[in-house]
């Protein structure tokens, strides 16, 4: 089955990203926010070469490069925590998403005039105009900063203090908004998020025990007297998830078959759907997964299709139409679209 998506495969392989596989200096973004916060303050490790996995109607069908090997995810690890608040609406535990984030962790950052009108909502859409800093970051480090999938064009220059708006009423790709949610769901589960990842996501779903997801060495918080490590979605300021090709195809299935393996719902059919709706604001994202509505990211891939992006570039792409899970790592982002197409042309 590998001969049939071989020419997919060797056109991400030749298409490999432009960060070094070894010398860290230029691996990640933090080198494009303003000093001081232009410092790495968790750990990252060197990457491998171009991966990926393919599953077509429930089963893998190709898999190719080091797809067994953990590697950094950078920003998918923000639709961990969207399953994660999954999670906690699936339990009870959060009670709406809708309601403002204080009314059930107060003490965090929610409580003046301005934030305590964020919502879990607003978070999990990135239009939720938080300000403060998180664990020594402001919020403002990612004001104005745009990215390649998004419709709309850039404003201003990253970084720069752009007045902020009314919670929900603009979309922002903001890195500390997001390890704010985490922090926040942190204080909401009141035990350490790889925890909860790993009983309610990773076991469920099969998942091997060669993942990691590290915070900052300055994220530790105490809760009901016990110290525990805050987890960034994303290694922006390192840290994040580290994860297999292998493994993320595997999560990748569980959304596509609606929260289900096998006989056990690891998640919510409602939740699945929930990610998938589009910001009211921002049509092309839902909760913390790029979505292919308009085409924007692939005009091959179905306009039902989902994306988890990350930094380097890798990305999960879930195509419901064609019942197709493609995980493709450490290629360049302007390339997705030509996978993509090549994917498309081997299953017709």
């Known amino acids: 089955m590998t001969l049939q998506f ?23 973004i933090h080198k494009a926010d303003p000093p001081p916060w232009n410092q790495l303050l968790g750990p990252i490790h060197p990457r ?5 996995v393919i599953h077509v109607s429930g089963r893998k069908v190709c898999e190719w490069g080091e797809p067994q090997r953990a590697d950094l995810t ?14 906690a609406c699936d339990t009870g535990l959060l009670k709406d998403i809708h309601q403002p984030v204080h009314l059930q962790v107060p003490g965090i950052g929610f409580e003046d005039t301005h934030n305590a009108q964020v ?5 999990l859409q990135q239009t939720s105009e938080w300000e403060g800093s998180c664990f020594g970051i402001p919020d403002q480090v990612d ?16 970084g720069d203090a752009r007045p902020l708006q009314r919670p ?10 997001i390890n704010q949610l985490a922090l926040a769901l942190l204080h909401l589960f009141r035990r350490p998020l ?10 469920p779903c099969g998942l091997s025990d060669n993942w990691k997801w590290e915070g900052y060495s300055n994220s530790w918080v105490d809760i009901d007297g016990l110290r525990m490590q805050s987890v960034p979605g994303g290694t922006h300021w390192g840290g994040g998830m580290s994860i297999s090709s292998v493994d993320q195809a595997l999560i990748g299935q569980m959304l596509l078959n609606k929260g289900r393996v096998g006989s056990r719902q690891v998640l919510s059919a409602d939740w699945v759907e929930k990610l998938q709706e589009p910001c009211n604001i921002a049509p092309w994202y839902g909760m913390l997964v790029w979505l292919n509505t308009q085409r ?8 039902s299709s989902y994306f988890c992006i990350g930094a380097g570039t890798s990305f999960v792409w879930t195509d419901p139409e064609k019942e197709l899970v493609a995980v493709v790592r450490w290629t360049e982002g302007s390339q997705i679209n030509g996978f993509c197409e090549r994917v498309c042309e081997a299953l017709a």
Not at 296 to 303: C, F, K
């Open 74 to 87: 950078f920003s998918i690890a923000k639709t961990y925590l969207a399953m994660l608040a999954g999670v």
């Open 143 to 158: 004001r104005y900063r745009h990215l390649q999938y998004q419709a709309t064009p850039a404003t201003g220059v990253k």
């Open 48 to 52: 491998g070469g171009v991966s990926g």
């Open 194 to 203: 790889p925890e909860v990842f790993k009983e309610r996501i990773a076991q």
């Open 119 to 123: 919502t879990w909502l607003h978070l």
């Open 168 to 177: 929900g009423s603009y979309w922002e790709y903001n890195d500390v908004r």
């Open 6 to 28: 071989q020419d997919a495969i060797d056109f991400v392989c030749a298409h490999e990203t432009s960060w070094s596989r070894e010398n860290l200096d230029n691996f990640g």
């Open 296 to 303: 924007d990211i692939s005009q091959a891939a179905s306009d």
